[in-house]
């Protein structure tokens, strides 16, 4: 049975400063995504520009929402609930100093094994593709040791409740490859040479826009952390206990990163365009996951870390705080799910029809977004789990779990992408749809077992199955309406049919789960209403 949730709207105000942040970066996001579509669509320079820059993704997840969020904020923000700041500058000066000093080294081994790395990454791409991308790698990598000092400063400012400025400072590289795009898109993203060379700016502009990343975060790092000293300081014992949890964290977290690297793996082999689409899919799947998963996991993480008291106490603090946490998550990704089954096209549409990305590409990337909507829901809710076992200190529970959900990722992937289309007779390009749907499925072996191994610690929290019900009773209802606009309209008019047939899909489901009672809707029509009102 699950805890009562009385304080669910006083305790979404550090996810909601999160997800407004994540928001406002996503949205530019999507605009540089759809400049990128416009330009390069899913020709060679598309494929070979979204495989390399997957490269410093990886990265910036791995140690900005694996490593830091797992091992350094819990024993930061420890100490700062304690109140000893002198101990807490010491130990964020010296776990500052180790990233600088391995940033560095990431940055120069990455410049000269970038050939190798691409066969691992890409094996699919041969001839100018692939020394395209080989190049495009190279260019990308100083800025990764930008990214990975940016990953710093979030880990700093979200322990000191600073949610909203870490994570809207990807605006920053986002409007200087904006920039880019406008600027040389007319004039290079013509024929396949231009299109190269454009792609060869973007690169040139993603580094310039991590520095960017960086420098936005840092004069709040400095006013937060008064008694900031950079130094090794190893022989720290704090320092020491943080290193502790790097490991098992650093190859946890990289396991996780290693399945987003095997979905490119698998879709550099479906066919030509899979990796373009793969990733264009990616960044609207990564919307929902990133506002309502990363933002709740991120608040909760100092929140649950710094519980302090007796055992029981603790376990009672945790428990309402996951409960409250996976309903909110639930009430948010239940509907996103649908709507990439159901409407994924309008979607898709809206978003990125224009120029050299048509309605062939984009009922392509539907499939993707449909297979995504399999594991979403498990997905998003696994990162809370995950994280309630990184406050109670624990990072090798979850590292079991994650490699296990990259093996079965990898077999049924394998077999979903490159297997089964042939079997049943259709398109190789198709496999790309199964290779999302089989992550799903992976993440929901991941998430399941993650719950049940939480069972002894602090008891059996999930989502009650009556709620989840209401949820998607509620999201399938607001479904019919868009399909309904959908037929009125026609597709002809992709912009337009998005403006009339999502914000009627939302509000139906949000009309629809305020008459069902959901507390959660209740809070947003609250705060809506206090919005309009002025009070």
Known sequence: MSPTRPTAARRAGGAGLVAAGILVSRVFGLVRNRLLGHYLGTSDAGDAFN?????????????????????????YSRLLAEGDEEEAGRVAGAIGTLLALTSAVLVLLGVLLTPYAVALIAPGFVGEKRELTIRLV??????VGLLVLSAWSLGVLNSHRRFFLPYASPVAMNVVMIGALVGFGPSLGGDAAGQARLATTLAWASV???AAQLLVQLPTVWRLVRKLRFALATSNANVRGVLAQFGPVF????????SAYVDNVLASLVSSGAVAVLSYAQVITMLPVSLFGMSVSAAELPAMSGAIGTQDEV???????????????????VPSSVAFLTIGDIVGATLYQTGAFGRDQVVWMWAVLAGSSVGLLAGTLGRLYAST???LRNTRTPLGFAVLRVALTLGLGWIA????????????????????????????????LLRRSLVPRIGDVGVDRPYQAKLWGSALSAALVAWGVK?????????????????????????????????EAGAVTGRLRRLVSGR
């Open 389 to 391: 076992w990184y406050a």
């Open 208 to 210: 310039i826009g991590s």
């Open 417 to 448: 992408a490159l297997w089964l289309p042939g079997v049943v007779g259709v398109n190789a390009r198709w496999g790309v749809a199964g290779l999302t749907a089989s992550a799903g499925i992976a993440a929901w072996v991941e998430c399941l």
């Open 487 to 519: 037929l009125v309209l026609g597709v002809q008019h992709p912009v337009l049919l998005g403006l009339v047939a999502l914000p009627l899909y939302g509000l139906t489901y949000f009309a629809a789960t305020t008459s069902l009672g959901i507390p």
């Open 251 to 258: 190859v946890g977290r990289g396991v996780v990163q290693i």
């Open 51 to 75: 495989a390399a820059i997957r490269i410093p993704n990886i990265l910036q997840n791995l140690f900005g929402e694996g490593v830091l969020s797992a091992s350094f904020i819990p024993a």
């Open 315 to 333: 376990a009672h603090i945790l428990r309402q705080r996951l409960s409250d946490g996976l309903h909110r998550i639930a009430f948010y990704v």
């Open 138 to 143: 190279q260019l990308m990598f100083p800025g």
